[in-house]
């Protein structure tokens, strides 16, 4: 039997796929570009991140091919610092920062509160549209010569000497942000004020503390970058010396205001990646997550504490080695609450009945190189330490662990497990779980080198390296390839499953939550009756008893 | 649907807060003018390091009392005080920590 | 909602709860209006919150560099008018005000005191920027404009010039975000000027009236910091 979804639990009933649901409700291609329902908006969205993980991904595979060899051979500089800052701007801007949250938060979060859309709906689909003008000024940059500062935009080299298209980048950037911010604002009305009768705060799943926490980054950290940039392109413009030393300007100020945001915005991209294996764990191991108050908190924890530690991509920036420690201190502070989490989902397993489908397999993924990563950043955030590794690939190492063994591997697990309520349709578990493998196993071979080769020198953002790191970048690209396999076949598997996927019943997987608890797909206003909650998060047995009564099973 | 909505999900109020008496606008407008004029009042007066200090403190007491009044704070739900405070608070963790590094650069290590 | 169905206002009593009636404003996916009002007064009141930041932000650099460049900043607000200034935070206030009675009047559906109101907000925000026109425009004329038409030298201190273009980029950076938010508030005052002539607003529904106010004092907070810290050092 090739099936391996749980159909052992009493209430799964045959498929019972919803006459009329979301995605047959209306036709035609305005039904879908003027929705206002928080599904379709999710599906947009989905498209669009999803084209852009592949753009970013290419500059990747580009800079990959450059660093085989030691010589800066294939590129010129020029066009290798252009490599690099689209693959950072495009991978953190357009792909990283909306993904689980606009994809997956969207779709799945007021469906878990047991409503009937987003807050907003209107201020939804105009976050799309927004994200989609700040992309497209993207595309035009990439068309037209791209922008060689990095991703920081560090001045006075941004504002004053380089000939790219520093000024349309950031307006893209600025416009962007805005579309993050009126999704996190959507997010925290919804949240506070349309929960389903009965949904205490303590009764919500974890990911919805998850995405309440991003919510708050989102909204007090991006508006800094929005400001920061303004006044980026307001020098570049003018030719003023804000940020410019021979000016008058402080290119330190510059960096700690962007890094006010762009530290946070780690976080903004990292919790919801933890709010998708808190349900994914509470799913697989059908138990309650333990110590949930304490994964609860330590989510807003996070929020809190990653507000504090900006500084410490500074450290040999030049500003005073008080603050210096300061910041070191409190960056080793932020790592508890992460710590809690892993801990917690970890002790969760213990003696639970394991269910090893694609999304676990992508969990445990996470839980491992998630760690590593952390660790690593608090290699990094010790004084001595990162005098020697800033700037090296072992920071490239250390947070590549973070954003794509945490944030992407998360994504993919939240794809695959609500796959089924988000299209009516299983994706083929085999296919799935060789995916999964080829993504530890490329992510590995391509990361795990560049720590090594990061601690003995090598620096990043150069394609040219000294001749003994080759066989360390030969290895770091050979896995990128077996990575990009990785990703392109769920790509391909997802979108054959539309059509010939087994047909998904309300709850394949025998989960609790209230998006489990209507149909695959589910109807356009998410419940024909508006839920009541009785049961406690991860309550299997008053879940299950629950879903009994009401569905008549 | 016919079930009371619980209290702990949304407060559904039918009516909206109540509404502030009409002279409490003019109150609170003629306080702002007061303050105004100090502000320009003590700009011109010489107190050297202290002037920030003073005007910003006049400043703060004009946005409390916006906020409080104008904004409808005073009768609002605790969220909305946390939402208040809370963006302070980290617009105070930005200068403060931002500061932090600017005003020890210059310190000795001995 | 189709604008067109309101033949009554909205002076009519509030709608017991269950009744098959709604009000015609309220949003299919909220439960009554009262969960109407307090999600979108939240929604702004989160707005509000990330404005504060964002303005905090150039705030935050206007200080640095004040602490950096004392002289220089105190020269910079000398060649700032603050008779005018003072007017102009006078006229602001009082469009808070008449904002403020807007949404007094709306909440009772006082619908011509209403509208009114928010025309004298219009008007005063109208002379708020106008006059910022001036002073940016004899700005510009003195050679105060920052960037490559900047030909303004201090006069006993030439070395002060670099500080000072420095200080009047803020300036017009933080004026102009400024004044950028009210142009944008008084656009959205037409809007609700038309609706609430309409008599769309009543004690049930005035929340698009509140949280214009929420946004219009907000303006006026940022312009509360900026008048001494660019007019007065």
Known sequence: MTSTTIDDAPFIEPSTRARRNYLNDEYGVLSWLLTKDHKRIAILYLFSVTIFFVVGGIFAFLMRLELLTPEGDMFTSDTYNKLFTLHGIVMIFFFLIPAIPAVMGNFILPIMLGAKDLAFPKLNLLSWYIYMIGGTLGVIVIITGGVDTGWTFYTPFSTQYSNTKVFLTTLGAFITGFSSILTGLNFLVTIHRMRAPGLTWYRLPLFVWS????????????????????????????????????????????????????????????????????????????????????????????????????????????????????????????????????????????????????????????????????????????????????????????????????????????????????????YPEWWGRLSAMLVFVGFNLTFFPQFLVGYVGMPRRYHAYAPEFQVLNVLSTAGATVLAAGYLLPMIYLFWSLKFGRKAGTNPWGAVGLEWATTSPPPKENFHETPVVTWDAYDYPAFLKAMRETQHV | MAHQPDHETYSGHAAPPHQAPLGMYFAVFGALMVLTVLTVWVSRIDLGAMNTAVAMA????????????????????????????????????????????????????? | MSDATLSHNAEHAAEPHGHAHHHPFLQHHFEDMGQQHEASTLGMWFFVAQEILFFGGIFCAYFIYRAMYPAAWAAGSKLQHWEIGAANTVVLIG?????????????????????????????????????????????????????????????????????????????????GLHALHMVIGAGLLLYFIRRAWRGDFGHEYYSPIEIMGLYWHFVDIVWIFLFPLLYLV
């Open chain 2, 58 to 110: 006049i400043a703060v007491v004009k946005a409390l009392v916006v906020i409080l009044w104008f904004m409808h704070v005073i009768h609002s739900p605790r969220l909305t005080w946390i939402v208040v405070i809370c963006s302070f608070l980290w617009l105070a963790v930005l200068f403060v920590l931002t500061f932090s590094d600017y005003l020890t650069r210059h310190w000795k290590m001995d």
């Open chain 3, 95 to 175: 469009s808070s005000l008449t904002m403020a009675l807007a949404v007094w009047g709306a909440q009772g559906a006082r619908r011509k005191f209403t509208t009114l109101m928010l025309v004298l907000t219009l008007l005063l925000g109208g002379i708020f920027v106008g006059v910022k026109g001036y002073e940016y425009a004899e700005h510009i004329h003195h050679g105060q404009f920052p960037g490559s038409m900047f030909t303004y030298v201090h006069a006993q201190d030439p070395a002060l010039t670099r500080g000072i273009e420095l200080f009047m980029t803020f300036y017009f950076t933080m004026t």
């Open chain 1, 211 to 426: 995405m309440y926490a991003t919510s708050v980054v989102i909204m007090l950290a991006t508006p800094v970058l929005a400001i920061t940039l303004v006044l980026l392109m307001v020098e570049r413009v003018l030719q003023v010396g804000i940020f410019d030393p021979a000016l008058g300007g402080d290119p330190v100020l510059y960096q700690h205001m962007f890094w006010f945001y762009s530290h946070p915005a780690v976080y903004i991209m990292i919790l919801p990646g933890m709010a998708v294996i808190s349900e994914c764990v509470a799913a697989f191991t059908r138990k309650k997550i333990f110590g949930y108050k304490f994964v609860a908190f330590s989510s807003l924890a996070i929020a809190f504490l990653g507000f504090l530690v900006w500084a410490h991509h500074m450290f040999v920036a030049g500003i005073s080695v008080y603050a210096a420690m300061i910041f070191s201190f409190l960056t080793m502070l932020v790592a508890v609450p992460s710590a809690i989490k892993v801990f917690n989902w970890t002790a969760t397993m213990y003696k639970a009945s394991v269910s090893w489908q694609t999304p676990m397999l992508y969990v445990m993924g996470f839980i491992g190189l998630f760690t590593i990563g952390g660790v690593t950043g608090l290699f990094l955030g010790a004084l001595g330490v990162d005098v020697h590794v800033h700037d090296s690939y072992f920071v490239v190492a250390h947070f590549h662990y973070i954003m794509v063994g945490g944030t992407i591997m998360a994504y993919m697990a939240g794809i695959h497990y609500w796959w089924p309520k988000i299209t009516g349709r299983m």
